[in-house]
């Protein structure tokens, strides 16, 4: 396979290289953190005044760990190092959930996210021929601008649709000859879902590949998609906090996600000492943000839980790869004492051909106990008209899912369409306990 | 001889149902028979009607999951006792009812009984042979 690389040198530099180039943009980024509000009170706390202070990048564990409260409490400009005369965009959190959180960027920040986001692109093996449909919604939430300005910097055709209105998706993938998407797992389920309705084949269109992030999913889901489409689809993780997506990426060989180790320092912690583990092993995500001036943020914990691994990967890159998002430290469910993570259950799911793909995990209580219920779709191809066949498939569900959670779980059988459908991040958890 | 029924699944929802026939009526579809095996959350309604080819096409074209299975339509006499000895006949013959249901039609004093067999070819031939009235597509367009 020939490999394509958007900046070959900073993509396949050995790690001593790549470890030269973090600690000068560490310091760099120290010494814009001093500037701020938030990090002037804090730092010198932590024995650091200046870059001179960080002589390895050992000494990155000195610096204190920076929660996503801190970024609502120094809302709106505790965390600003430049004026905003040289700021050049913000991005916004909604709010819905209390203070937003807000992100700047000077002109050299945009800039230096773009050429990520491009290189992200590029090693998917996307370029100038191929026309690029985002469906990530566009405005104060990262995700639709970042690709979008990403996929014109490597000369794409972007089609700037945003997120919503599938007939309309469908229509104009088959009119444009869209190759390329953006687009949350569960929307384009839902999309291929709508697909026969619409009146337009899978051969009409020309995919080649999705883009595909946002929110956690199983590789199941991935491979379901995959399947379902002909297409390949590469995993993305970004953030807002990170500026958003183009952190990291899969390349072609479609085998974990490389973090580009010259924007950002990973590490892997123990959610509850923040102690820093090896590679391998899984606990939170916590990056530094190494190229940006205008809102620099040191590790930041970002609440996904993952592992990272290295090793050089085909594709010749030695940026290590950061596994699948296996959930956040905050969607962890407690069901009567055991720890489950929705993503177990999509698992179980979307192995099993008789249902849909999409789905919904009630929690409910009945006196003490926990009780958890999983609705799901019937698959309308393969209903044979007979009764029986339902309650095989409805016992073969609670089976597997006993077998993988422990938790002997009711499950609801519904016709396709009856769940709610979501455009942007699917709500796959419904927690009624507290109700009760 | 074999007869089409149409079985839809249904999620146990107010006002489904309703939606089920309704669709059919407004396609000029007539249901002859029809009953629900239910369970706790879905239920999987069966009915015999007048065109069951258009009846699949337009329960499919309105969202609706459903499907075609063979039955066995065959008429007995509408007085007592004569279900009886057509179930004497099934057991004699050693086939298997998955389920049943009837209908009565009052112009002909006759009653219609619906047979879902596990081997459908062999009661088509056992009954034939028994001298039961099996029904086919056409006299169930005509009722």
Same mark, same amino acid.
């Given at each position: 396979?020939?490999?394509?690389?958007?900046?070959?040198?900073?993509?396949?530099?050995?790690?001593?290289?790549?470890?030269?180039?973090?600690?000068?943009?560490?310091?760099?980024?120290?010494?814009?953190?001093?500037?701020?509000?938030?990090?002037?009170?804090?730092?010198?706390?932590?024995?650091?005044?200046?870059?001179?202070?960080?002589?390895?990048?050992?000494?990155?564990?000195?610096?204190?760990?920076?929660?996503?409260?801190?970024? &609502?409490?120094?809302?709106?400009?505790?965390?600003?190092?430049?004026?905003?005369?040289?700021?050049?965009?913000?991005?916004?959190?909604?709010?819905?959930?209390?203070?937003?959180?807000?992100?700047?960027?000077?002109?050299?920040?945009?800039?230096?996210?773009?050429?990520?986001?491009?290189?992200?692109?590029?090693?998917?093996?996307?370029?100038?021929?191929?026309?690029?449909?985002?469906?990530?919604?566009?405005?104060?939430?990262?995700?639709?601008?970042?690709?979008?300005?990403?996929?014109? &910097?490597?000369?794409?055709?972007?089609?700037?649709?945003?997120?919503?209105?599938?007939?309309?998706?469908?229509?104009?993938?088959?009119?444009?000859?869209?190759?390329?998407?953006?687009?949350?797992?569960?929307?384009?389920?839902?999309?291929?879902?709508?697909?026969?309705?619409?009146?337009?084949?899978?051969?009409?269109?020309?995919?080649?590949?999705?883009?595909?992030?946002?929110?956690?999913?199983?590789?199941?889901? &991935?491979?379901?998609?995959?399947?379902?489409?002909?297409?390949?689809?590469?995993?993305?993780?970004?953030?807002?906090?990170?500026?958003?997506?183009?952190?990291?990426?899969?390349?072609?060989?479609?085998?974990?996600?490389?973090?580009?180790?010259?924007?950002?320092?990973?590490?892997?912690?123990?959610?509850?000492?923040?102690?820093?583990?090896?590679?391998?092993?899984?606990?939170?995500?916590?990056?530094?943000?190494?190229?940006?001036?205008?809102?620099?943020?040191?590790?930041?914990?970002?609440?996904?839980?993952?592992?990272?691994?290295?090793?050089?990967?085909?594709?010749?890159?030695?940026? &290590?790869?950061?596994?699948?998002?296996?959930?956040?430290?905050?969607?962890?469910?407690?069901?009567?004492?055991?720890?489950?993570?929705?993503?177990?259950?999509?698992?179980?799911?979307?192995?099993?051909?008789?249902?849909?793909?999409?789905?919904?995990?009630?929690?409910?209580?009945?006196?003490?106990?926990?009780?958890?219920?999983?609705?799901?779709?019937?698959?309308?191809?393969?209903?044979?008209?007979?009764?029986?066949?339902?309650?095989?498939?409805?016992?073969?569900?609670?089976?597997?899912?006993?077998?993988?959670?422990?938790?002997?779980?009711?499950?609801?059988?519904?016709?396709?369409?009856?769940?709610?459908?979501?455009?942007?991040?699917?709500?796959?958890?419904?927690?009624?306990?507290?109700?009760? | 001889?074999?007869?089409?029924?149409?079985?839809?699944?249904?999620?146990?929802?107010?006002?489904?149902?309703?939606?089920?026939?309704?669709?059919?009526?407004?396609?000029?579809?007539?249901?002859?028979?029809?009953?629900?095996?239910?369970?706790?959350?879905?239920?999987?309604?069966?009915?015999?009607?007048?065109?069951?080819?258009?009846?699949?096409?337009?329960?499919?074209?309105?969202?609706?999951?459903?499907?075609?299975?063979?039955?066995?339509?065959?008429?007995?006499?509408?007085?007592?006792?004569?279900?009886?000895?057509?179930?004497?006949?099934?057991?004699?013959?050693?086939?298997?009812?998955?389920?049943?249901?009837?209908?009565?039609?009052?112009?002909?004093?006759?009653?219609?009984?619906?047979?879902?067999?596990?081997?459908?070819?062999?009661?088509?031939?056992?009954?034939?042979?028994?001298?039961?009235?099996?029904?086919?597509?056409?006299?169930?367009?005509?009722?």
């Amino acid at each position: 396979m020939e490999i394509n690389y958007w900046n070959k040198d900073v993509e396949t530099a050995s790690r001593e290289d790549i470890q030269a180039i973090q600690l000068s943009r560490l310091r760099e980024v120290v010494d814009f953190a001093l500037k701020t509000d938030h990090y002037k009170r804090l730092l010198p706390k932590a024995g650091i005044n200046s870059s001179s202070d960080i002589q390895t990048l050992d000494d990155l564990k000195k610096i204190p760990f920076t929660m996503k409260d801190d970024l &609502r409490q120094n809302y709106p400009t505790g965390l600003l190092a430049l004026e905003f005369k040289d700021v050049v965009r913000m991005h916004s959190s909604s709010g819905t959930t209390g203070i937003p959180t807000v992100i700047y960027l000077s002109k050299d920040d945009l800039d230096s996210w773009t050429n990520l986001v491009a290189r992200s692109i590029v090693a998917t093996g996307g370029s100038s021929d191929d026309i690029f449909q985002n469906m990530m919604s566009y405005g104060l939430f990262t995700g639709g601008l970042g690709l979008h300005y990403g996929a014109e &910097r490597v000369g794409m055709m972007v089609i700037p649709i945003g997120g919503g209105n599938t007939g309309k998706q469908i229509q104009m993938m088959k009119d444009f000859q869209t190759t390329s998407l953006h687009i949350t797992p569960s929307y384009l389920l839902h999309i291929h879902s709508k697909l026969a309705q619409s009146g337009v084949s899978l051969e009409e269109l020309n995919l080649k590949r999705a883009f595909i992030g946002a929110e956690p999913h199983s590789e199941e889901t &991935r491979q379901k998609l995959e399947e379902l489409f002909g297409i390949k689809c590469f995993n993305s993780y970004g953030l807002s906090e990170m500026n958003g997506p183009g952190v990291a990426f899969e390349c072609e060989y479609r085998d974990g996600m490389h973090i580009w180790e010259d924007g950002f320092i990973p590490e892997i912690i123990d959610p509850e000492t923040g102690e820093v583990l090896p590679d391998g092993e899984l606990g939170e995500l916590v990056l530094t943000n190494l190229t940006r001036k205008a809102m620099p943020i040191l590790r930041y914990r970002t609440r996904d839980l993952a592992y990272l691994y290295d090793g050089v990967c085909r594709c010749g890159r030695q940026h &290590r790869r950061l596994s699948r998002i296996k959930g956040r430290t905050d969607d962890m469910m407690i069901i009567n004492g055991v720890n489950v993570f929705p993503s177990q259950i999509e698992e179980v799911i979307m192995r099993i051909p008789e249902v849909g793909t999409n789905y919904q995990i009630y929690l409910t209580k009945k006196g003490a106990i926990d009780q958890l219920t999983v609705k799901v779709e019937l698959y309308s191809k393969i209903f044979s008209g007979e009764a029986s066949q339902l309650d095989q498939i409805k016992k073969r569900i609670k089976e597997e899912l006993r077998a993988s959670i422990f938790i002997h779980p009711q499950v609801q059988l519904h016709e396709p369409g009856y769940l709610p459908v979501f455009e942007g991040k699917a709500i796959r958890v419904v927690d009624q306990r507290d109700q009760m | 001889m074999k007869i089409t029924q149409i079985s839809i699944f249904l999620e146990n929802r107010k006002g489904r149902l309703s939606e089920v026939i309704d669709v059919l009526g407004n396609s000029s579809i007539n249901v002859r028979a029809l009953t629900v095996a239910e369970t706790e959350n879905f239920g999987v309604l069966r009915m015999v009607v007048d065109n069951p080819t258009k009846a699949i096409e337009t329960l499919k074209d309105n969202g609706f999951v459903a499907n075609t299975t063979d039955v066995i339509a065959v008429e007995v006499a509408d007085e007592p006792g004569a279900l009886a000895s057509l179930l004497k006949v099934i057991d004699a013959g050693g086939l298997n009812v998955e389920y049943m249901y009837g209908f009565v039609e009052r112009k002909v004093d006759r009653a219609m009984m619906i047979f879902r067999f596990d081997d459908t070819h062999k009661a088509a031939d056992i009954l034939a042979a028994s001298g039961v009235k099996v029904v086919g597509e056409s006299d169930i367009e005509n009722i």
